[in-house]
């Protein structure tokens, strides 16, 4: 046999830690009744044998030391017959073997590896159920589902209720909270998988996502907006009207304003759950030129070249 670090894919200082990690992976990978792997089943007696040898710590140790094998046979003459804890075994010279106080447990049929038994059961119940332990369980709880709901963003800060297809093919209305948070998924308790012998069934894990809006763009719990403004109410300044999920508000522009500035809506973003407060609404400035070629807009426009000419590049050189 190999060695069990080697096996493993660990280094000889690999923490207890390490080892299981190691092991959990390994044995999710070529477990015969989950694997397509080539020879999975003699993979995965390998990394069982190996487990029993660095999984156990009295075992590690004499590893280490030289003391038994990979396969966890002592290297020593007259250690063979050894087969019980504090069980003084004899040298071919009729002493006592310096080997005594060890606990290899050695005799009495076949290795735990070989039996099947090197695989650690607990972890094995962890990752693939009680059927890869070879265990009787009572009940035992279903497995959760998940899934994911798209909802309006208007729907995100007011709440509503959202319809969802459950993987187990059951059809629910789920409520969404006011201000639910995107990507935090809504638990609901026993619509998962059905428990099995009288087992609880498991729960239903609903994610929210928020549904693209031609309008905002959603950072944290604000808002931002494009806002679309002439030429003149930029010169000028003014008041124009302004989009929010709840209707639209009045927006003031002051005098001079340029493209890319971004004016503060406070409160007309999304409600922070339990937290009684809302982001803000950021309004990003667009000026938008009128469409067609007007030849007096155009003549101004010379005028201001020739006359008053300025540079909004400077201050990049």
Do not use: C
């Not at 075992?59 to 050894?82: L, N, S, T, V, Y």
């Not at 709840?246 to 759950?273: C, H, M, T, Y």
């Not at 003549?299 to 020739?306: A, C, E, I, P, Y």
């Amino acid at each position: 046999m190999r060695d069990p670090y080697e096996i493993l894919g660990l280094a000889k200082s690999a923490s207890p830690a390490e080892i299981k990690s190691a092991y959990r992976r390994l044995a999710k990978k070529y477990h015969p009744d989950q694997s397509k792997e080539p020879k999975a089943k003699d993979k995965f007696a390998e990394i069982g044998s190996a487990y029993e040898i660095v999984g156990d710590e009295k075992k590690r140790g004499a590893f280490d030391r030289g003391e038994i094998d990979a396969e966890g046979k002592p290297r020593h003459q007259g250690f063979e017959g050894f087969t019980g804890a504090g069980r003084r075994s004899r040298s071919a010279r009729g002493g006592d073997s310096d080997f005594q106080h060890f606990d290899f447990d050695f005799g009495g049929g076949p290795s735990r590896a070989t039996a099947g038994a090197g695989i650690d059961p607990d972890i094995l119940a962890e990752l693939f159920g009680a059927q890869a332990t070879g265990r009787s369980r009572g009940p035992q709880r279903g497995e959760d589902v998940a899934v994911t709901a798209t909802v309006p963003l208007a729907m995100a800060a007011a709440g509503g209720s959202a319809r969802v297809t459950l993987p187990t093919g059951k059809t629910l209305d789920v409520a969404i909270p006011v201000g639910v948070e995107e990507g935090k998924p809504i638990r609901l308790r026993g619509q998962g998988q059905p428990g099995a012998k009288n087992g609880p069934a498991g729960d239903a894990l609903v994610t929210i996502r928020y549904a693209p809006h031609p309008l905002f763009k959603v950072e944290g719990r604000d808002l931002r907006l494009d806002l679309p403004i002439t030429l003149y109410e930029a010169a000028l300044g003014g008041k124009v009207r302004a989009p929010t999920l709840d209707g639209e508000v009045e927006l003031a522009i002051p005098q001079g304003a340029s493209s890319g500035r971004i004016l503060r809506l406070r409160g007309k973003g999304l409600p922070a759950v339990g937290e009684g407060r809302h982001g803000d609404l950021l309004a990003t400035l667009r000026i938008v030129m009128p469409s067609g070629s007007d030849p007096e807009f155009l003549d101004l426009m010379r005028r201001w070249r020739d006359e008053k000419p300025y540079d909004p590049r400077a201050t990049m050189t």
